[in-house]
């Protein structure tokens, strides 16, 4: 599947379900992140879907007519700090897309109503970065 963003496309590979550590993964990128935050945070996989309008972007509870879903892919907990991201996994390609922008509305707005202590953040393919023992899990994982 192609999809453009601006004037850039991206080429999406096909996406095979990945099972590691009892959580589902939807792409080899959102594995090699969750491999790369593993020794620093916490993390839980696809859990908070965020029910919006989809005129004002606001968060409900009620779901109805006019009423869309977005599910971020992570959400994290620093081990230390306790610092906790809501966080979206894109292609660099993606940086200006009308629909990220709209993503970060959503859940900004619902971090807000809720009165969590999260943020919202995406984190870039290019940003992604393994050491070569990270690696190694990752490609361990790949052979699963």
Not at 15 to 23: L, T
Request: proline share 2%; aromatic share 16%; charged share 30%.
């Amino acid at each position: 599947m192609r999809q453009t963003f601006g004037n850039k496309t991206f080429k999406y590979g096909k996406s095979f379900k990945i099972i590691n550590w009892g959580c589902q993964f939807d792409s080899l990128l959102e594995l090699k992140y969750a491999i790369s935050i593993q020794d620093e945070y916490e993390f839980l996989r696809s859990r908070v879907t965020i029910y919006y309008h989809h005129g004002n972007f606001r968060p409900t509870d009620y779901i109805r007519e006019g009423v869309r879903h977005y599910t971020p892919d992570f959400l994290i907990r620093h081990k230390k700090t306790a610092e906790s991201f809501l966080v979206e996994i894109k292609p660099r390609a993606a940086q200006n897309d009308a629909q990220l922008i709209i993503r970060k509305e959503v859940a900004e707005n619902y971090i807000r109503w809720k009165h969590y202590d999260w943020k919202f953040k995406v984190v870039f393919d290019d940003q992604i970065v393994l050491t070569g023992e990270e690696f190694a899990v990752f490609r361990d994982c790949c052979k699963l």
